[in-house]
C-alpha cells in the first residue's frame, strides 16, 4: 500500500473517530481524563525510578517529589474522572481568558494598523467562551471532548488533504 493511500485511510479514520468524539463529547471528556491520568501514572512512576539514578540530593529529591506528584495526580483522574474534567476544563478555562485578555492589550498596541479589529475580536470571543463555560456546567463537562473532536476533525483533514497531495506529486 501506497503512503498516500495509508495517510488517506489513517485521516478517514481520524475524521470518522472525531465525529464520534464530537457526538458523545462528554463520554469523550471522560476518555481524555482517563488517558491523562494514565500517562501521568506512568510518566511519574518512571520519574520515581529515574530518581535512582541521579547522583545530588537535591535532584533525587526533585524526582522523586515530581514523580509522586505525576502518581498523586494520574491517580485521581482514575479515580475520580468527574472531577479530573473540571480540574482540566478550569486549567483550560484559565489559559483562554489569560489568552484572550493578552490579545486584547496587544490589540490595543496594534490600534493603528490593520490587525487590530481582528486581535480585538479574537480577545473578546476567547473571554466571551471561557465566561460562557464557567456560567454553564454542562458545557464544562462537553469542554474536552468538543475539543478532542475538533483536533481529530482538523487532524484527519490535514491526513487526507496531505495523502492527496503526495499522490498527486507521485505521479
Known sequence: ??????????????LVLGVLALGNAAIA?????TMTGG???????????????????????????????????????????????????????????????????????LRATSGFWPMLISGVLSILLAAYVLSSPEATMLLLGVLLGVEMLLNGLGLI????FLRKTDG
Open 1 to 14: 500500500m501506497k503512503n498516500s493511500t495509508r495517510l488517506i485511510l489513517v485521516g478517514v479514520a481520524t
Open 39 to 109: 500517562v501521568l501514572l506512568v510518566g511519574g512512576g518512571l520519574q520515581i525510578i529515574g530518581g535512582f539514578s541521579v547522583t545530588s540530593p537535591g535532584g533525587k529529591l526533585f524526582a522523586w517529589l515530581t514523580g509522586a506528584l505525576m502518581v498523586f495526580l494520574g491517580w485521581s483522574f482514575i479515580a475520580n474522572p468527574l472531577d479530573g474534567v473540571l480540574s482540566l476544563s478550569l486549567l483550560i478555562l484559565i489559559l483562554l481568558a489569560a489568552g484572550g485578555l493578552l490579545r486584547i492589550v496587544f490589540a490595543w498596541r
Open 29 to 33: 471528556s471522560l476518555a481524555v481524563v
Open 161 to 164: 488533504l496531505f495523502g492527496q
